[in-house]
């Protein structure tokens, strides 16, 4: 099935949508109150530190875990794939004549297919964790890492319990359901020959395991059975029990809101147990290389290896919220999952999931590990766009007009022309493209203006106002072919301030789209070439951007595509250091804005604006509007445009559209502020394809209209 | 002294919020509790110790025990029990209720202060420490939270005033 074809049919599960719906929903509310009071970010880097390691560091971690827990009689085995890791499983079930073996929740088990393969030597597993077991007995795979079964409602659960245990069982009794689950899996505890555990850390200094599980499943697997083997990825292991602390605190708040799991279970080599002949536990510990130990030492990738599989970048993804986890993600699911499957396993589908992601940086701001996540996905698109070549008419728009100033230029411009017939009453907007199918007619498009930007500017003469405080403005391709008007608003609201706003002689496209499609060259050629018509850095107060994409293209990626350029590189740095948006400029200049209107405002934060700039201005939009700001609820969650994204795959797109849309609607404000021309067109556009009457405008737009206070 | 009582209030706020049932008693208050409990299972320290009573572990559980723990953390309502012992082990995973007593000054603040213990405690060849925060609980099924699954559905704490 191709990957459009799934994705068609995950977003017309209606199941499926409402239970991913409301718990994202709820996760963000509890994780949020779990971490209050706490410096995530301070934690995170913490954590982030204490898992930074290169092959040979954790080679010896290995080595001193080992020989601490070979004290006590234990086995330890380096697997180095999953074939490996698998067969020295089943080896040792059949050594201690296991038949049924029973295991608590491992995603590595998940990675290798051990249940499979034991299955296929005769064995039987019994996944003990209930939404595992619930799927093992469906017959099905995981849609969350740490909660499975989140596709499933209650009554499919019923059914799929009936059809198993024979009892009769009343479809909406959640209890009486986790109470037979309780009563049939006990037994298996005391059938098994085989505990089978992952380990959430292991600690190297003392030759400890950690295990984090709310059911008690884990405890009861490492205790009732004689046996008990320990499936671990290397880079579960860290020096200390402080730094196992740290990962404590911070991974169940970010997997479930929990303050903290149920049972955190420590446990070193060998234990009694009165199941054993010796009376001591045969205590088998297997470490899975599978790759990992060579990225290690992989420039980008290494960090994907600091996961403390949280599923987080699942819970606060946009995108896999539409289409769940049988699709965002393979065995490994969200951010993570696209990134592990290409590490782990095929590289081909990696590549098409890869597409999947939308750019909005959520993962990457809530990961508890600190992990960039969707600059990796951004690194990784353009590798795999080396290796498979990027759709060719994709390619061609990059590299032959993105890059090339005059080419666009002339390229808008007959667009502008052309797309004449198509306008609506307005002329803001494109009634309908005909050469797009109804699918992707889920909002009003912009019209491609007559006059660019850069145009306007020179037409007005705002090159003519001189001032010894001096800004430089780059307005990006959406300001200057299809929002001049958001452009002009702001240099005559800084022009009024007092300011002299210069431009780039040449405009010139960020990049960002190329790279985000996997064109890395393009966007490498885009850039430099855009570093020739920006200014001085040393001239000028701030680098203003309307486009918050844009601004941390600027800020990020600037820096990444010049590293061989050592001026260029030196000139991205410092413009880097003055990239400000309209509001954050305001603010630190202290100028403050007059309101008297009554009418109500709202405010969308554009995703690379909260987490790209790191500055929202919900502080100073109340400080400016008092009583009439409303917040909007989930201000900061994608509004699904996500530029050729929202083409590709229109029907995620309005999907989380849509939600937005819901928000909005329940502000009951008049005027809906934002700061990126994207999220502009893709909200405007949304409300007036469904004649929704809330007026969408830039910041710039609204924020000229008003009166600079006198200090 | 205060901050004594501000670790035990908030251990009991965060104990209480994960559904531990928490009580402040004085150690004679114990003792006739586990004179008249019908408990299954007890593993005490002094004080408590001549009370002990064994009991056999299968599938089918038992109803009550009551055991000893190490520390309470009070950041996250967490009782920290040296579990060693199988059979005790056992009697954590496997009773219907589950009583915990802990000394109120074993209460610590934070995750960091239990290290040493844990440092302590894993400096033999083998360990096995619980953290145990509430009874067992999934929210597997349509992420209702239900309480019970392989574990206790009762965690009862007793906190020892004059210990
Ligand atoms: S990558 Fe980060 S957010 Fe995602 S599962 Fe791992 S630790 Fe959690
Ligand atoms: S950047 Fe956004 S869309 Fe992409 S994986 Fe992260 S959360 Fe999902």
Same mark, same amino acid.
């Given at each position: 099935m191709s990957i459009k074809t799934k994705v068609k049919e995950k977003l017309n599960d209606k199941i499926l949508y409402s239970n991913l719906k409301t718990f994202a929903e709820n996760y963000k509310v509890s994780r949020a109150n779990a971490l209050s009071g706490l410096d995530f970010f301070k934690l995170r880097h913490d954590i982030y530190k204490s898992k930074d390691f290169t092959k040979d560091e954790i080679l010896s971690l290995f080595e001193e875990f080992k020989s601490n827990v070979e004290k006590s009689g234990c086995t330890v085995l380096h697997a180095e794939d999953a074939a490996s890791?698998?067969?020295l499983i089943a080896d040792i079930c059949k050594k201690h004549s296991a038949e049924y073996i029973v295991k608590s929740k491992s995603m590595t088990s998940e990675e290798i297919k051990l249940n499979d393969y034991l299955?296929?030597?005769?064995?039987?597993?019994?996944?003990?964790?209930?939404?595992?077991w619930i799927l093992q007995i469906a017959g099905e795979h995981p849609s969350h890492m740490v909660m499975p079964a989140i596709h499933k409602t209650r009554q499919q659960v019923a059914k799929v319990f009936e059809k198993h245990t024979g009892e009769k069982i009343d479809p909406d009794d959640i209890n009486k359901m986790v109470k037979i689950a309780r009563k049939y899996l006990r037994e298996f505890y005391f059938k098994a020959k085989v505990g089978i555990t992952g380990a959430n850390i292991a600690i190297s200094s003392s030759g400890t395991i950690g295990i984090v599980t709310n059911e008690g499943n884990a405890r009861l697997s490492s205790t009732v059975p004689p046996v008990h083997i320990v499936l671990v990825g290397y880079e579960k292991l860290v020096k200390n029990f402080s730094d196992a602390m740290k990962i404590i605190r911070l991974l169940p708040k970010s997997a479930t809101g929990q303050n903290?799991?149920?049972y955190v279970t420590w446990i070193k080599g060998s234990n009694p147990s009165f199941k054993s002949e010796t009376g001591k536990k045969h205590t088998y510990y297997i470490f899975l290389d599978n790759g990992r130990l060579s990225f290690l030492d992989h420039p980008f990738l290494k960090d994907a290896l600091k996961c403390i599989r949280c599923g987080s970048c699942a819970n606060v993804c946009p995108a896999y919220e539409m289409v769940g986890g049988h699709v965002f993600g393979d065995i490994y699911i969200g951010a993570i999952g696209l990134i592990l499957t290409s590490m782990l396993h095929d590289e081909k589908k990696a590549k098409e999931i890869l597409s999947l992601c939308i750019g909005c940086k959520a993962c990457s701001y809530n990961c508890p590990a600190g992990i960039d996540l969707q600059s990796i996905i951004s690194d990784l698109n353009v590798y795999m766009g080396q290796k498979y070549s990027?759709?060719?008419?994709?390619?061609?728009?990059?590299?032959?007009?993105?890059?090339n100033p005059s080419v666009f230029k002339s390229a808008m411009k007959v667009a502008s022309i052309i797309q004449k017939p198509l306008l609506d009453e307005t002329k803001e907007n494109i009634g309908k493209l005909p050469i797009l199918s109804d699918e992707h007619n889920f909002r009003k498009l912009p019209s491609v203006k007559e006059k660019t930007f850069s145009q306007m500017f020179k037409q007005n003469n705002f090159d003519k106002f001189n001032s010894s405080k001096k800004v430089f403005f780059y307005p990006g391709c959406a300001v200057e072919y299809f929002f001049p008007e958001m452009g002009t608003k702001m240099v005559q609201l800084l022009q009024k301030a007092g300011f002299q706003v210069d431009i780039p002689d040449t405009q010139v496209c960020c990049g960002l789209p190329a790279i985000h499609s996997g064109d890395g060259k393009s966007g490498k050629k885009t850039i430099l070439k855009n570093l020739k018509y920006m200014g001085n850095p040393e001239e000028y107060e701030a680098f203003l951007v309307l486009c918050p994409s844009c601004g941390m293209a600027i800020k990020e990626d600037f820096k990444k595509y010049t590293l061989e350029y050592i001026s260029e590189f030196k000139k991205s740095e410092k413009i880097a250091n003055k990239v400000t948006s309209l509001a954050d400029f305001l603010n630190k200049n202290n100028i403050r804005l007059k309101y008297d209107d009554n009418k109500k405002i709202t405010y969308h934060t554009p995703c690379h604006q909260g987490r790209g700039l790191g500055f929202v201005p919900e502080d100073f939009l109340k400080e400016t509007f008092g009583e009439n700001f409303i917040p909007l609820k989930d201000s900061n969650v994608c509004c699904g445009f996500g530029g050729s994204f929202s083409v590709e795959y229109p029907g995620i797109s309005s999907g989380i559209l849509?939600?937005?849309?819901?928000?909005?609607?329940?502000?009951?404000?008049?005027?809906?502020?934002?700061?990126?021309?994207?999220?502009?067109?893709?909200?405007?556009?949304?409300?007036?394809?469904?004649?929704?009457?809330v007026k969408v405008a830039h910041l710039s737009e609204i924020f000229n209209e008003l009166d600079i206070e006198k200090n | 002294m205060i901050s004594i009582d501000t670790e035990l209030n908030k251990f009991i706020e965060k104990s209480e919020a994960v559904q531990t049932k928490c009580t402040v008693l004085k150690k004679d208050d114990l003792k006739t509790i586990l004179k008249d409990g019908n408990f299954d299972y007890i593993k005490l320290n002094t004080p408590f110790k001549t009370y002990s009573k064994d009991c056999e572990f299968t599938e089918s559980g038992v109803s009550k025990s009551i055991v000893n723990a190490d520390f309470a953390i009070a950041e996250t309502g967490t009782l920290v029990i040296n579990s060693e012992n199988e059979q005790l082990r056992l009697a954590t995973m496997v009773s219907e209720s589950l009583s915990v007593v802990v000394y109120k000054s074993n209460i610590v603040s934070k995750l960091e202060n239990i290290i040493s213990f844990m440092n302590e405690s894993t400096s033999r060849e083998n360990a096995y420490i619980?953290?145990?925060?509430?009874?067992? !609980?999934?929210?597997? =099924?349509? !992420?209702?939270?239900? =309480?019970?699954v392989h574990g206790p559905v009762e965690l009862i704490c007793y906190i020892i005033e004059d210990l």
């Amino acid at each position: 099935m191709s990957i459009k074809t799934k994705v068609k049919e995950k977003l017309n599960d209606k199941i499926l949508y409402s239970n991913l719906k409301t718990f994202a929903e709820n996760y963000k509310v509890s994780r949020a109150n779990a971490l209050s009071g706490l410096d995530f970010f301070k934690l995170r880097h913490d954590i982030y530190k204490s898992k930074d390691f290169t092959k040979d560091e954790i080679l010896s971690l290995f080595e001193e875990f080992k020989s601490n827990v070979e004290k006590s009689g234990c086995t330890v085995l380096h697997a180095e794939d999953a074939a490996s890791a698998n067969k020295l499983i089943a080896d040792i079930c059949k050594k201690h004549s296991a038949e049924y073996i029973v295991k608590s929740k491992s995603m590595t088990s998940e990675e290798i297919k051990l249940n499979d393969y034991l299955e296929k030597q005769g064995l039987k597993p019994v996944e003990t964790d209930l939404g595992e077991w619930i799927l093992q007995i469906a017959g099905e795979h995981p849609s969350h890492m740490v909660m499975p079964a989140i596709h499933k409602t209650r009554q499919q659960v019923a059914k799929v319990f009936e059809k198993h245990t024979g009892e009769k069982i009343d479809p909406d009794d959640i209890n009486k359901m986790v109470k037979i689950a309780r009563k049939y899996l006990r037994e298996f505890y005391f059938k098994a020959k085989v505990g089978i555990t992952g380990a959430n850390i292991a600690i190297s200094s003392s030759g400890t395991i950690g295990i984090v599980t709310n059911e008690g499943n884990a405890r009861l697997s490492s205790t009732v059975p004689p046996v008990h083997i320990v499936l671990v990825g290397y880079e579960k292991l860290v020096k200390n029990f402080s730094d196992a602390m740290k990962i404590i605190r911070l991974l169940p708040k970010s997997a479930t809101g929990q303050n903290i799991s149920t049972y955190v279970t420590w446990i070193k080599g060998s234990n009694p147990s009165f199941k054993s002949e010796t009376g001591k536990k045969h205590t088998y510990y297997i470490f899975l290389d599978n790759g990992r130990l060579s990225f290690l030492d992989h420039p980008f990738l290494k960090d994907a290896l600091k996961c403390i599989r949280c599923g987080s970048c699942a819970n606060v993804c946009p995108a896999y919220e539409m289409v769940g986890g049988h699709v965002f993600g393979d065995i490994y699911i969200g951010a993570i999952g696209l990134i592990l499957t290409s590490m782990l396993h095929d590289e081909k589908k990696a590549k098409e999931i890869l597409s999947l992601c939308i750019g909005c940086k959520a993962c990457s701001y809530n990961c508890p590990a600190g992990i960039d996540l969707q600059s990796i996905i951004s690194d990784l698109n353009v590798y795999m766009g080396q290796k498979y070549s990027i759709n060719p008419a994709k390619k061609f728009v990059y590299s032959a007009v993105l890059k090339n100033p005059s080419v666009f230029k002339s390229a808008m411009k007959v667009a502008s022309i052309i797309q004449k017939p198509l306008l609506d009453e307005t002329k803001e907007n494109i009634g309908k493209l005909p050469i797009l199918s109804d699918e992707h007619n889920f909002r009003k498009l912009p019209s491609v203006k007559e006059k660019t930007f850069s145009q306007m500017f020179k037409q007005n003469n705002f090159d003519k106002f001189n001032s010894s405080k001096k800004v430089f403005f780059y307005p990006g391709c959406a300001v200057e072919y299809f929002f001049p008007e958001m452009g002009t608003k702001m240099v005559q609201l800084l022009q009024k301030a007092g300011f002299q706003v210069d431009i780039p002689d040449t405009q010139v496209c960020c990049g960002l789209p190329a790279i985000h499609s996997g064109d890395g060259k393009s966007g490498k050629k885009t850039i430099l070439k855009n570093l020739k018509y920006m200014g001085n850095p040393e001239e000028y107060e701030a680098f203003l951007v309307l486009c918050p994409s844009c601004g941390m293209a600027i800020k990020e990626d600037f820096k990444k595509y010049t590293l061989e350029y050592i001026s260029e590189f030196k000139k991205s740095e410092k413009i880097a250091n003055k990239v400000t948006s309209l509001a954050d400029f305001l603010n630190k200049n202290n100028i403050r804005l007059k309101y008297d209107d009554n009418k109500k405002i709202t405010y969308h934060t554009p995703c690379h604006q909260g987490r790209g700039l790191g500055f929202v201005p919900e502080d100073f939009l109340k400080e400016t509007f008092g009583e009439n700001f409303i917040p909007l609820k989930d201000s900061n969650v994608c509004c699904g445009f996500g530029g050729s994204f929202s083409v590709e795959y229109p029907g995620i797109s309005s999907g989380i559209l849509n939600k937005k849309i819901e928000n909005i609607k329940d502000t009951k404000a008049d005027i809906l502020l934002t700061d990126c021309p994207g999220c502009v067109m893709q909200i405007d556009g949304g409300l007036k394809k469904q004649n929704i009457n809330v007026k969408v405008a830039h910041l710039s737009e609204i924020f000229n209209e008003l009166d600079i206070e006198k200090n | 002294m205060i901050s004594i009582d501000t670790e035990l209030n908030k251990f009991i706020e965060k104990s209480e919020a994960v559904q531990t049932k928490c009580t402040v008693l004085k150690k004679d208050d114990l003792k006739t509790i586990l004179k008249d409990g019908n408990f299954d299972y007890i593993k005490l320290n002094t004080p408590f110790k001549t009370y002990s009573k064994d009991c056999e572990f299968t599938e089918s559980g038992v109803s009550k025990s009551i055991v000893n723990a190490d520390f309470a953390i009070a950041e996250t309502g967490t009782l920290v029990i040296n579990s060693e012992n199988e059979q005790l082990r056992l009697a954590t995973m496997v009773s219907e209720s589950l009583s915990v007593v802990v000394y109120k000054s074993n209460i610590v603040s934070k995750l960091e202060n239990i290290i040493s213990f844990m440092n302590e405690s894993t400096s033999r060849e083998n360990a096995y420490i619980a953290f145990i925060t509430g009874p067992s !609980r999934t929210a597997d =099924i349509e !992420r209702v939270l239900t =309480i019970g699954v392989h574990g206790p559905v009762e965690l009862i704490c007793y906190i020892i005033e004059d210990l």
